[in-house]
């Protein structure tokens, strides 16, 4: 395994260069093996990964059998590939990885990405375990992504705010532009955008002859609490569905994660009932978000990394803890809306330690700091997460949450498995 990590990390963990060519050459190599597949995709800026989450896990409750395809992971590569939520075994993962170096290296005239790698061996992967249903995460965007090569039978955008802009356009429609680029000709269109991305989104499904189902018109959820919600649509009327991810915005991503079973059961006949429908939502598991570590004083790990993010972490963090002020520990990307982000968290903080993702695009954090004083009046520096890690767990009275980016979210729960591993291990030698 260590010669395929090695040459994954040789093509640049965080290098983009968007483009379908590569992965269309490199699949060829394979005889099209995503064309044989039955696929979902999921594009938008937020909660993509969770909505994916949710449809496999319904599928999966189905009796079918789903390949899940979701980056980034957060410890282990192997996260982003799984069938019936079976991780891909590290034995096929290096198989195919180097299957893969093989073939690029003879028919690319430049290397592909680390993303184009690990798309590549979802699509030979979920091929060979013959799925029913692929459910993929688009990476960025949507027009470029690899992921994009596919040809499914329903569309997914979540939601658009300005996120990745340097490689996206600096403006919420020409993000939306990207987005709508996983829509395809006749395919069904499912979406929570709103406002000017709704509208770019629209005329390309239009022009696409793609019938768009959008939340607030098609479909809708309520709810009074977290324990339960409601949904309605055009053939489901359900209530008091019961979500096993934690947080308010999680009822939004479960929301389009039914409208797209929805769109499954009324034009291609999938069977899919409510009982299937209800195990699935109670039982769907995705890493990292509204993470509960400890109950009281709570402390919660979120990937929340770009304000939208803030806004909808602050909103469940004050509906599940009315009154209650947190104690942050927070890093970010270096390309992210800092300030805005900070603002939003603002108002339910207590204070924060500002520490650097393991990652080379992270923000320093003593820059982040600056920012951060501009809102907060109790800011600290720690450059190493783990000493970071190890003195919020020192607040143990205080409510605490980890967040600003996945990077960081990951590193924090490879020192929990690590610190987990060592006292049994001691345990053992008693």
């Given at each position: 395994?260590?010669?395929?990590?090695?040459?994954?990390?040789?093509?640049?963990?965080?290098?983009?260069?968007?483009?379908?060519?590569?992965?269309?050459?490199?699949?060829?190599?394979?005889?099209?093996?995503?064309?044989?597949?039955?696929?979902?995709?999921?594009?938008?800026?937020?909660?993509?990964?969770?909505?994916?989450?949710?449809?496999?896990?319904?599928l999966r409750a189905a009796r079918f059998t789903v390949g899940l395809y979701t980056s980034p992971h957060l410890v282990r590569i192997s996260e982003r590939i799984k069938v019936n939520d079976e991780e891909i075994s590290l034995s096929d993962l290096n198989r195919l990885i180097m299957t893969i170096k093989g073939k690029a290296s003879k028919i690319?005239?430049?290397?592909?990405t680390y993303f184009e790698v690990l798309t590549a061996v979802a699509f030979v992967f979920f091929h060979e375990k013959q799925v029913d249903y692929a459910v993929l995460e688009v990476g960025m965007g949507g027009?470029?992504?690899?992921?994009?090569?596919?040809?499914p039978i329903v569309s997914v955008i979540t939601n658009i705010y300005l996120d990745h802009t340097e490689y996206l356009g600096n403006n919420i429609d020409k993000i939306a532009y990207e987005k709508a680029g996983v829509?395809?000709?006749?395919?069904?269109?499912?979406?929570?955008?709103?406002?000017?991305?709704?509208?770019?989104?629209?005329?390309?499904?239009?022009?696409?002859?793609?019938?768009?189902?959008y939340m607030g018109r098609d479909f809708s959820s309520e709810s009074e609490n977290l324990a339960y919600f409601n949904y309605k649509g055009h053939s489901f009327n359900l209530i008091n569905l019961q979500l096993a991810l934690p947080g308010l915005y999680q009822i939004n991503n479960a929301t389009l994660a039914i409208a797209t079973i929805e769109i499954l059961y009324e034009r291609y006949g999938i069977d899919i009932d409510e009982k299937s429908l209800r195990i699935?939502?109670?039982?769907?598991?995705?890493?990292?978000?509204?993470?509960?570590?400890?109950?009281?004083?709570?402390?919660?790990?979120?990937?929340?990394?770009?304000?939208?993010?803030?806004?909808?972490?602050?909103?469940?963090?004050?509906?599940?803890?009315?009154?209650?002020?947190?104690?942050?520990?927070?890093?970010?990307?270096a390309d992210k809306d800092h300030e805005?982000?900070?603002?939003?968290?603002?108002?339910?903080?207590?204070?924060?330690?500002?520490t650097d993702v393991p990652s080379e695009r992270h923000m320093p954090s003593e820059d982040l700091a600056n920012i951060a004083r501009s809102y907060v009046n109790n800011v600290r520096v720690m450059n190493d997460s783990k000493?970071?890690?190890?003195?919020?767990?020192?607040?143990?009275?205080?409510?605490?949450?980890?967040?600003?980016?996945?990077?960081?979210?990951?590193?924090?729960?490879?020192?929990?498995?690590?610190?987990?591993?060592?006292?049994?291990?001691?345990?053992?030698?008693?």
């Open positions: 395994m260590r010669n395929a990590i090695n040459y994954l990390n040789s093509l640049g963990a965080h290098r983009i260069n968007l483009g379908l060519d590569r992965i269309s050459k490199i699949l060829e190599a394979f005889d099209n093996p995503h064309k044989k597949l039955t696929c979902i995709i999921i594009a938008g800026t937020n909660g993509k990964g969770s909505v994916a989450a949710v449809i496999a896990s319904i690319l005239t430049e290397q592909p027009r470029f992504d690899a992921t994009n090569i596919a040809n829509i395809k000709y006749g395919v069904p269109v499912v979406t929570g955008t709103d406002g000017s991305a709704l509208n770019v989104i629209s005329t390309t499904a239009e022009k696409e002859s793609a019938r768009v189902f699935g939502l109670s039982t769907a598991n995705w890493e990292g978000r509204m993470e509960t570590l400890r109950s009281n004083p709570p402390l919660i790990l979120d990937g929340a990394h770009n304000p939208s993010a803030a806004y909808a972490l602050r909103s469940s963090l004050k509906h599940a803890y009315p009154e209650k002020k947190f104690l942050f520990l927070l890093g970010m990307l805005n982000y900070l603002r939003e968290l603002s108002p339910i903080t207590e204070g924060m330690i500002i000493a970071a890690f190890i003195e919020l767990q020192k607040h143990n009275s205080t409510p605490a949450c980890i967040t600003g980016s996945l990077y960081l979210i990951g590193a924090i729960k490879k020192l929990i498995m690590e610190d987990s591993k060592s006292i049994r291990k001691k345990r053992k030698l008693v």
